[in-house]
């Protein structure tokens, strides 16, 4: 193996500028770096595979820093083997507008894989990487061509490991024997609060080895590399189970207070710093200095990396020429693009045919549109039944000598772990070949809050299909019943919740959560059946929302989403028969799309001149942004036949009547009614 000196000084140079960094900035977490920079020298210089020319070449070797606030790690290592991170991003780093934010996000900085922070999530997306290689590399490599064998390699700490989500995604990851997978646990023996003997004290290993994992130990950490070296290309023989190794480190090695778990979040103090460069052989009076004998080590394995990728190309050629249609696909899916002419076999309706649950229609979706989009991977956390996101004659997703399926399988069994679904679906769609989407109850979609809101901030584009979404659920009632799920998701930036009432509406919702790049959809589906409605068309309903029905001299605007559209078009005939009101609907079954409209779009939706009442069986906030009164349920729901539950609500044409009649009663006296859509600072938000 024959380390000297010069890689001691490498090692050395990563742990001074994470100290720099953080003590520049007065922000950052110092400690977990310079623990790590044995391994991640060792790890970046002799195996990982790389071309920091092109960060997107599909066959590099993943990184994820699943102990995000360590990411002065990761940006110095970036820097030093010459991805576009300058020295002074470096100087940058936490400040505002800078390509070194506080935790690395993948859309910000070039080399970031998928974006960490919130413990344990990035061991999650480690998972979703993995499967995605061993999907891809299923589906198209051949005898002589493989295309598609990079590592996963993910950095985890202490805090990573409590979080209850990594133990969701390690299960399902020793099920899959994704021998692609290697972590690095840094096992410092410290998080915030102190030494972990206060709150964590299992024995991690024989955890993993349970999950069906293979665990390897290195005792030193700080300095033994070959010890790390060995561990490393151990771990890269096993291809049947994914590998933890466990790295004992020091936190903080070399700060006077390594050990501790004062140098896990505060920079190092200016004489730490001076002392730590004198002990290391540094100039004391330098800042963000990198010798240049550091610099030639790291360049020379980056040009390998690009060789190893100029080879790549080569070998892709050949395989071009050999099998072209598979190229073409894979080609197309690196690009991003989406298969010509596949939205024609997304299905249509007219009110001619029957009604139709819209998970129903969903599963109807999903089997007309799998054939002609062959990336789109999904599955369920065991709800496949329920959720019906499983086509007629997929395969699944599983190590053959399970007998359940194979890697080349594009239905994942989740199991109960809708948390790790999530994450594991960023991962997934960070990898670059793939559209995932799965399924669980909307209820359980705030299951995954936590990894939902990582897919909006990350831009990645994943389907949620969230199915039993409202009291329309009926007997398993109030714990079951979504009441604010869909207020909390509407509030998320970047983050599309599709609530459709037809079939038209169910194959617009997944056209938009398809064409969108960068944008996470949450698709919230009925359990009890929907007409078909006069006036849906996939075209309408791509802006978000629309007028279904248009009345001469109209009093009232009916705006509604999902399963009480239907509702409200009976309450329209009961106004009208009943009490001579003239009622126009609306259905708005996305706010985010909506939004986007011009506002003389909007405002032809929902104009000036006349109130606005919104009929939705959750909470009403978020409501007045759109209409002038809400009628909805900002309670629990109830347990028995659907039909009943929504009677004891009074969501009924006869109550939904009566609360327009309401309405139109007190605004007939105000003049000049203005849309809610006509507000001050509307155009500069």
């Known amino acids: 193996m024959g380390y000297t000196d010069l890689d001691t000084r490498a090692v050395n140079s990563i742990r001074i500028l994470a100290a720099d960094g953080t003590f520049n900035s007065n922000s950052g977490h110092p400690g977990a770096p310079m623990g790590m920079a044995p391994v991640a020298h060792v790890l970046f210089n002799k195996f990982m595979k790389f071309n920091p020319k092109n960060p997107s070449w599909l066959n590099r070797d993943r990184f994820v820093l699943s102990n995000g606030h360590g990411c002065m790690l990761q940006y110095a290592l970036l820097h030093m083997f010459g991805y576009e991170l300058s020295i002074d991003d470096l100087k940058k780093f936490r400040t505002v507008d800078s390509i070194t934010p506080g935790h690395p996000e993948a859309h910000d900085t070039p080399g970031i894989e998928v974006t960490t922070g919130p ?26 061509f493989n295309l598609v064998d990079n590592y996963t390699y993910c950095f985890l700490g202490d805090g990573c490991l409590m979080e209850g989500v990594s133990s969701e995604a390690s299960s399902l990851a020793g099920h899959l024997q994704l021998g692609n997978l290697i972590a690095v646990w840094d096992d410092n023996k410290i998080t915030i609060d102190g030494d972990t003997a206060c709150a964590f004290t299992e024995d991690v290993a024989k955890r993993y080895e349970a999950y069906g994992w293979e665990v390897l130990h290195v005792g030193d950490g700080d300095n033994d590399l070959e010890s790390i070296e060995k561990a490393l290309k151990a771990a890269q023989e096993t291809k049947d189970k994914p590998t933890l190794i466990a790295l004992r480190t020091t936190i903080g090695y070399g700060s006077t207070q390594q050990g501790t778990h004062g140098v896990h979040g505060s920079p190092l103090k200016a004489d730490d710093i001076k002392q730590l460069k004198e002990k290391f052989g540094f100039n004391p009076e330098e800042s963000f200095v990198v010798p240049q004998e550091v610099y030639d080590l790291y360049h020379k394995h980056a040009a390998e990396g690009a060789a190893a990728e100029e080879e790549w190309n080569k070998l892709l050629a050949k395989y071009a020429e050999k099998y072209p249609k598979e190229h073409a696909d894979l080609q197309r899916r690196l ?36 054939a002609v989009i062959p990336e789109l991977i999904g599955g369920s956390a065991d709800l496949t039944g329920s959720n019906l996101t499983r086509w ?36 997934l769609a960070a990898y670059g070949t793939l559209i995932p989407y799965s399924g669980t ?21 994943l389907i949620w299909v969230a199915t039993h ?64 409605l006069e006036g849906s068309t996939i075209e309408k309903v791509i802006k978000g929302g629309y007028v279904l029905h248009e009345v001469e001299g109209a009093q009232i605007t009916l705006v509604s989403t999902g399963s009480e559209v239907c509702i409200c078009v009976d309450a329209a005939k009961e106004l009208a028969e009943k009490h ?106």
Request: charge should be neutral; charged fraction near 20%; aromatic fraction near 10%.
């Open 119 to 144: 413990l344990g999530q990035g061991i999650c997306n480690a998972v979703g990487l993995a499967i995605a290689q061993a999907h891809t590399a299923a589906t198209f490599n051949k005898d002589g």
């Open 335 to 370: 690009k991003g693009d989406l298969p010509e002419g596949w939205e024609k076999s997304l299905p249509t309706y007219t009110p001619a045919d029957p009604a139709v649950a819209s998970r129903k229609l969903s599963e109807t979706v999903l089997s007309k549109i799998e």
């Open 392 to 427: 007629k004659g997929a395969t699944d997703f599983q190590p053959e000598s399970t007998g359940l399926g194979t890697y080349a399988g594009r239905y994942i069994r989740y199991g109960v772990r809708e948390h790790a679904m999530g994450a594991i679906m960023n991962g």
């Open 441 to 461: 109850f909307l209820n359980f979609v705030s299951y995954a809050a936590g990894a939902v809101r990582l897919s909006a901030l990350s831009q990645v584009r």
């Open 469 to 532: 979404d409202s009291i329309g659920l009926g007997e398993d009632g109030p714990t079951h019943q979504p009441i604010e799920t869909l207020a909390h998701f509407r509030a998320l930036p970047n983050c599309m919740v599709w609530r459709p009432a037809d079939g038209n509406e169910t194959s617009a919702a997944y056209y938009v959560s398809i064409v969108s790049k960068h944008t996470p959809s949450i698709i919230a589906l009925s359990r009890q059946n929907l007409p078909q």
């Open 580 to 685: 001579n009101i003239k009622a126009r609907i609306v259905s708005m079954p996305c706010f985010e799309v909506f939004d986007a409209q011009s506002k003389e779009y909007r405002l032809s939706v929902l104009p000036d001149g006349i109130p606005s009442l919104s009929v939705e069986v959750m909470s009403t906030m978020g409501w007045e942004r759109y209409t002038h009164e809400q009628f909805g349920l900002n309670r629990f729901g109830a347990s028995g036949a659907y039909k009943d539950v929504y009677k004891k609500f009074e969501f009924t044409p006869e109550g939904i009547a009566k609360r327009a009649i309401a309405t139109v009663d007190f605004w007939k006296d105000v003049p000049n009614v203005r849309s809610p859509i006509n507000r001050a600072f509307q155009q500069l938000i």
